[in-house]
């Protein structure tokens, strides 16, 4: 549609990752998927599953000529309407509608102009209907286990502790089991687990580091690890040349 690579434009340009490219589309047969109508929400959040997405979203686009005119010129009018579903919750995250017009004497010239001039609109609110969504998304409180492992380990669960009294969106964080070198928190965050995990990296330590072995969305599973610079190296191994 001439909608189409607006909106892959707009989105790739301001960072979204699309699931696939324009022309190459998914088969809804090969996932043993099938459409009531080309606006089925619920197979399309079946597909966008089945290849990793994290929302579908689904629009519609409608242009016909005004009873206004300017002049000798007719005006044209171009509709929009878009949902946005989120997969997870498999429910309806964003959806509004964008109008625009032009004025043209050739029919086909000026539906073309107002269907570009309302898909360009459409897509950067959608961009920003979507960035909402998700910040609001990921502000939600969740709550997962952490777990450290790894040698030395109570200085460096200290130490780790004290970074967690920087981490201002942690609501909650209690122990569920501590040995000498293990340790389960029940941990309540103002975001996903994802999100504590990539903050938690930023973090820095005085003689160590931290390896994020598993993250899912009730879990987070870390390991503490030598710093570069104190891990001690082997004895390089040496050749005699027989020839001296």
């Given at each position: 549609s001439l909608s189409e690579p607006i909106f892959l434009e707009k989105m790739a340009e301001n960072r979204f990752s699309l699931v696939h490219a324009r022309g190459a589309y998914p088969e809804p047969q090969i996932h043993d998927i099938r459409f009531n109508s080309i606006y089925d929400a619920d197979a399309a959040m079946d597909l966008g599953a089945k290849l990793g997405a994290d929302m579908v979203v689904m629009g519609r686009v409608r242009a016909s000529e005004s009873i206004n005119r300017m002049g000798d010129e007719k005006t044209f009018d171009a509709l929009i309407e878009i949902q946005a579903y989120d997969i997870v919750s498999r429910t309806q995250?964003?959806?509004?509608?964008?109008?625009a017009a032009a004025k043209s004497h050739m029919d086909r010239?000026?539906?073309?102009?107002?269907?570009?001039?309302?898909?360009?609109?459409?897509?950067?609110?959608?961009?920003?209907e979507l960035d909402r969504f998700w910040m609001k998304n990921l502000r939600k409180e969740n709550a997962f286990d952490l777990i450290?492992?790894?040698?030395?380990?109570?200085?460096?669960?200290?130490?780790?502790k004290r970074r967690f009294?920087?981490?201002?969106?942690?609501?909650?964080?209690?122990?569920?089991e501590i040995a000498s070198e293990r340790a389960v928190m029940e941990v309540v965050y103002k975001g996903s687990a994802s999100h504590f995990a990539d903050t938690l990296m930023l973090k820095?330590?005085?003689?160590?580091?931290?390896?994020?072995?598993e993250v899912t969305d009730?879990?987070?599973?870390?390991?503490?690890?030598?710093?570069?610079?104190?891990?001690?190296?082997?004895?390089?191994?040496?050749?005699?040349?027989p020839d001296q």
């Open positions: 995250s964003v959806a509004f509608s964008v109008q010239e000026g539906s073309t102009e107002a269907i570009a001039k309302a898909s360009t609109k459409a897509a950067l609110d959608l961009v920003h450290i492992e790894g040698e030395s380990f109570l200085p460096r669960f200290i130490a780790l009294r920087e981490m201002t969106d942690i609501e909650n964080i209690q122990p569920k820095t330590f005085e003689g160590f580091g931290l390896e994020i072995a009730n879990k987070v599973f870390i390991r503490f690890i030598q710093a570069l610079e104190d891990r001690v190296e082997g004895p390089l191994e040496t050749q005699e040349n």
